[in-house]
């Protein structure tokens, strides 16, 4: 553990994408730092599960309040459920993310707006709802999980890398808009993640092992990693960061391997 085990005591946090891989990691993190969380995605039977599973890890309450981020109102509701069942809401992580592999010649423009849809339309209306709800009355913390796929250009990811330059386009503009009410917003970018949906889905078979050869620390990332920047970019160890994206990749990009398959 790097941080204080109370350093996020007293607060609450709601984390879409939080039933899987990088964003479970961040909520447990949340959670083992002192945090109650709930989680959100759109499978019920395995939010809870997972809550369970985070509640039995940490101690500490954790909700599974299922929704789908492209749809305002049931964003709506699992965040007045949290506010309901948890009483405040000081942190936001945006993770809910969708994406496949895909030429631009053989996607479709329903292929293309689903992605954009769940990444940076979920990010906003998630952000939009918790602003009305407590951040605008009481600040808090935004956290929107990026990729570095649109830092260069990526091929066969042309929605996601459209999608996630958009969510870095939301985190600097919220963080200019609403810097001044005590919210504070940035952005987390992860390279390449090991045991995670993302490089399943992304990097298949040897692919993943050839991807970390060429990243200069010489391998993936840990789920585990890219919770502790999460940690301390929600907690007030980053009073001072505001409307940026960290990237945590090991130098992948840099070296142009943002899984350029
Ligand atoms: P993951 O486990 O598949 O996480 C995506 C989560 O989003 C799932 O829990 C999913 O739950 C939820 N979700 C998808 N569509 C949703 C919707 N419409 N409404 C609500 N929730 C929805 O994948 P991951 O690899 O850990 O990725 C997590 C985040 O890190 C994503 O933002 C991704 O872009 C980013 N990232 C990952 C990598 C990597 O190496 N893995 C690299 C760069 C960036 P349901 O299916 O239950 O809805
Ligand atoms: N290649 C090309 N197009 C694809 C595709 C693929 N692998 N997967 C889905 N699509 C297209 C579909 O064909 C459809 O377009 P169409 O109506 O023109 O045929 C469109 O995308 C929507 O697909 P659908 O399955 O209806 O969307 P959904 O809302 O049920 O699911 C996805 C969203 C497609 C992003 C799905 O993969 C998902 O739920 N992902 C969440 C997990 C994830 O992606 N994790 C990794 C994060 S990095």
């Known amino acids: 553990m790097h941080f204080r085990p109370d350093l996020l005591a007293g607060k609450t946090a709601f984390v879409t994408g939080g039933g899987s891989g990088i964003c479970k990691g961040i909520a447990h993190a949340l959670l083992a730092h002192g945090a109650t969380v709930a989680i959100a995605g759109r499978k019920a039977d395995r939010l809870e599960v997972a809550a369970r ?58 292929g293309f ?33 990026s990729a570095t796929l649109h830092y260069g250009a ?14 870095d386009a939301i985190t600097r503009s919220l963080a200019l808009e609403w810097g001044r009410l005590g919210i504070r917003v940035n952005g987390l970018a992860p390279g390449p993640i090991a045991d995670t949906e993302g490089m399943a889905r992304l990097a298949p078979g040897d692919v993943a092992e050839k991807l970390a050869a060429r990243i200069p620390l010489g391998r993936c990332g840990r789920i585990d990693e890219v919770a502790t920047l999460a940690l301390f970019l929600v907690s007030d160890a980053s009073s001072l960061v505001h409307g940026t994206t960290v990237v945590a990749d090991g130098g992948a990009w840099l070296a142009g391997t943002s899984l350029d398959l």
């Open 113 to 145: 707006r689903t992605v954009l849809a769940i990444d940076a339309l979920g990010t906003f209306n998630v952000c939009r709802a918790a602003f009305d709800r407590w951040l605008r009355d009481h600040g808090g913390a935004i956290l929107n999980v």
């Open 154 to 167: 990526t091929p066969l990811q042309i929605h996601a890398s459209a999608a996630k330059a958009a969510v």
């Open 53 to 110: 599973e985070l509640e039995a890890g940490s101690g500490q309450r954790c909700l599974a309040t299922p929704c789908d981020v492209r749809e305002p109102d049931t964003v709506e509701a699992a965040l007045d459920r949290t506010l309901t069942e948890l009483g405040r809401l000081d942190i936001v992580v945006n993770g809910a993310a969708g994406n496949f592999l895909a030429p631009a010649s053989q996607l479709s423009s329903n």
